[in-house]
């Protein structure tokens, strides 16, 4: 299970690429990468482009945006390396463990993505309650995203077809010993002999005669 290792390292790597990117009337106004969800931080929310996504006057106006460490993101990191090491170490028959954790980690990606809105909303908009952002802005998940989702549904498929594949190698080859061990007349190649053949020598010959003129004598004599 090499390979579903592999993919999910490509998740870990997803998460330095852009996740999300927040929107207001198809004007981008910031991205957000997986990594600030994880660690948290800043992000720059320019005010003068929600104006200009709403038609409206532009204002020469930006707001630094925090961006809170969400709980969804920290889980699904964590998930990502603890099927990284699981993969590595885990024996054939436990091939199941990475896959419900891959189908874990594709469940809390999605409640991430269906989150987000609120998570963004929560800005100082320093526009007081007249102005929600929630009814203008709008979040659209980026490549990064896509790339962790796709990962994980690539790593659950690998891991059970490879597990079911040498599962069922083990159990072939373990019926094979079993049918070798419980016939006693089960012989292996290696063990087997071939039956010798039995050839008489001149002094077997003689001994065979000598015995025949010993047993012929006394019949002799009684009929003279």
Known sequence: MKISAILYAIVILAFFMPFFMVSCEK?????????????????????????????????????????????MAIIVLAIAIISIVLCLVLPNKLYFIPVLLSIAGIICLHLLKNSMLG??????????DAFDL?????????????????AFIVAAVFSLLTGRRKMQEERAFAYQQNDMFS??????????????????????????????????????????
Do not use: C
């Open 119 to 128: 998570l963004v909303a929560k800005a100082d908009n320093s526009m007081g």
């Open 183 to 224: 016939d006693p007349m089960a012989v292996s190649p290696e063990d087997y002999m071939p039956p010798t053949e039995y050839t008489e020598n001149e002094s077997d010959v003689d001994a065979l005669n000598e015995d025949e003129e010993a047993t012929e004598e006394p019949e002799q004599n009684k009929e003279q």
């Open 134 to 150: 929630t009814k203008v802005l709008r979040v659209t998940p980026l490549y990064g995203f896509w790339v962790a989702d796709f």
């Open 27 to 71: 004007t981008e106004l910031l991205r957000i990468n997986g990594i600030q969800l994880v660690t948290g931080g800043e992000s720059e929310l320019k005010m003068d482009n929600v104006f200009a996504g709403l038609g409206s006057e532009n204002k020469e106006d930006s707001k630094s945006q925090k961006i809170n460490r969400h709980p």
